[in-house]
């Protein structure tokens, strides 16, 4: 399929797909008249390369990792680590996140406390 149709297919736009490809996540065939031709699996790696963004991996490790795939399955251990490492971040990020939401939940629960006890308007919490 043609690019147009290929923007379509993976929700990006034609100059996204121009740009991973300029900076290596994409490899697209190219017809005779040097037109780029994706192919059925290029959209499983797209939707692949979606998905590493949203982790939050920089484009410099999906461009190593894309570097890899085109290589061979021979770098599969190398690609595994980078995903171990992204897994390690994303591990990181999640333990952060909670213990910013159990400060908030905790608070929260205070001030619901002092609601139903009404202090009196002057009332001034530490924080």
Do not use: C
Request: charged share 25%; no cysteine.
């Amino acid at each position: 399929m043609l690019i147009g149709e290929f923007s379509r297919q993976t929700n990006l736009t034609i100059d996204t797909l121009r740009y991973y490809e300029e900076v290596g996540l994409l490899q697209p065939l190219r017809t005779a008249g040097n037109r780029r031709q994706y192919q059925t699996k290029d959209i499983a790696w797209v939707n692949f390369l979606k998905r590493l963004k949203q982790t939050g991996m920089s484009i410099q490790n999906m461009q190593y990792y894309a570097q890899l795939r085109y290589a061979g399955n021979q770098t599969i251990p190398e690609r595994l680590l980078l995903l171990q490492e992204q897994e390690t971040r994303l591990d990181t990020l999640m333990a952060e996140t909670q213990a910013s939401l159990d400060f908030l939940h905790q608070k929260m629960a205070t001030y619901r406390e002092m609601q139903k006890a009404n202090l009196p308007e002057h009332y001034n919490p530490e924080v």
